[in-house]
């Protein structure tokens, strides 16, 4: 089953590359999604980043997430772990499990995200509190504008 990459974080999973490409004179860069995911956060999604083409000024580029095939065969392919606990789910899962969890606003025009620390997290809700959305998002605000419309996002790293 293949699934289409949006976000930064889920490009950085796969070791994936993003090419941004000038329109207007066909300059094209490219840069890992790790590290742009560090830079912009990883649930930023790849198709609102914009690039300035330093050649001819322009911001006009389209971006694109690809994956360097020649690169990637000198690589081992990353292994899926599965987690067998009856805590997955949870904050000290997560914790434990060693992952890291983004949020990110959904405000328009905010665009904000930033990295949650599960150690104060579990301090002022409990290790036994629920990750999902609908559970964990309701309790945050964005730093930036206040918004409670959040996104997260939970990568392995």
């Known amino acids: 089953m293949a699934r289409t990459i949006r976000t930064l974080g889920q490009?950085?999973?796969?070791?994936?590359?993003?090419?941004?490409?000038?329109?207007?004179?066909k300059n094209a860069a490219r840069f890992t999604a790790d590290s742009l995911a560090g830079i912009f956060g990883h649930g930023r999604e790849i198709r609102s980043l914009t690039f300035r083409c330093k050649d001819c000024n322009?911001?006009?580029?389209?971006?694109?997430?690809?994956e360097d095939i020649f690169e990637r065969q000198a690589k081992p392919r990353p292994v899926q772990v599965q987690i067998?606990?009856?805590?997955?789910?949870?904050?000290?899962?997560?914790?434990?499990?060693?992952?890291?969890?983004?949020a990110f606003c959904q405000r328009l025009g905010c665009k904000h995200s930033s990295k949650i620390d599960l150690q104060i997290l579990a301090r002022e809700l409990g290790r036994n509190?629920?990750?999902?959305?609908?559970?964990?998002?309701?309790?945050l605000r964005c730093s930036a504008c206040g918004s409670k419309q959040l996104g997260l996002s939970a990568t392995p790293y």
């Open 58 to 66: 322009s911001t006009d580029c389209e971006v694109h997430p690809y």
């Open 84 to 102: 067998d606990t009856s805590e997955t789910g949870t904050i000290g899962a997560m914790i434990d499990h060693g992952y890291t969890l983004w």
């Open 129 to 139: 509190h629920s990750v999902m959305h609908q559970h964990l998002a309701p309790k």
């Open 11 to 25: 490009a950085a999973r796969h070791r994936m590359l993003v090419r941004s490409r000038c329109r207007t004179c």
